[in-house]
């Protein structure tokens, strides 16, 4: 079985996403919700007439099973400021960063067919679980990258960025998982990562945010999030752009638990 990062295509792989053949592996036990782990595999060829399956052993498409990470909705605990379906919002935050071309969120799609019911379905990352934030943060050469998951972070809301979430994977590459918890209307940032809080946001990440801060939006998200959602998506990065500084804590207590 592979995982790690898209080795082919993008299209290829969320082409696969969107269409293989899921089998549940197993349960990620530390998952809040329910997480589980499958494997895809492209679906079965059709030979002969119409409608005939090919004969077992005769599957061309047949290989080793890409690993993707299946969040269903029936999995999800009720929450009394989120609704149900956040899913989603995982799928939101790929379709967002696509948008962007920042490369955080791993290809993830929905899948209203899964084995437990509709849910989001994103590709596994081959990643070194001795990293995550506290570690990445000791080596300068991955500021850029933490910055760019911090300004994402903004532009999201996200309320829920434990330390745990960010993904080194074998190419040194770092990927941002976990965004269920994000989009909400009223401000809800929290977050592992304060420490560049004050500094400029990068030049070149506030011109990717320009258009996203006057409307214009991905139209995939007009299909997952609500009309309220998508407005003060555009009035948050529009702040950002404004501002250019990292903010400073506003609450109490800003950070996720646990941390990782």
Known sequence: MTGGEPRTDARQVLGLLSR????????????????FLVAVRPPARRSGSAGAASPPGRDEDAGAPMLAIYKPSTGERPLWDFPRGLWKREVAAYELDAYLGWGLVPPTVARPDGPLGGGSLQYCVDASLEEHY?????????????????AF???????????????????GHIWAIDHGLCFHVDPKLRTVCWDFAGLPVPRALLADLVPLSRGKVPPALHKLLSSEEIGALAARTGDVCAHGRYPEPKTDYPYPWPLL
Do not use: Q
């Open 153 to 171: 972070d903004l532009v999201t809301n996200n309320a829920d960025r434990k330390g745990g979430h960010y993904l080194l994977d074998r190419d």
């Open 134 to 150: 506290f570690t990445l943060l000791d080596k300068p050469s991955h500021h850029d990258d933490l910055r760019r998951v911090a």
């Open 20 to 35: 293989g053949e899921m089998a549940i592996e197993g349960r990620l036990p530390w998952s809040s919700n329910a997480t």
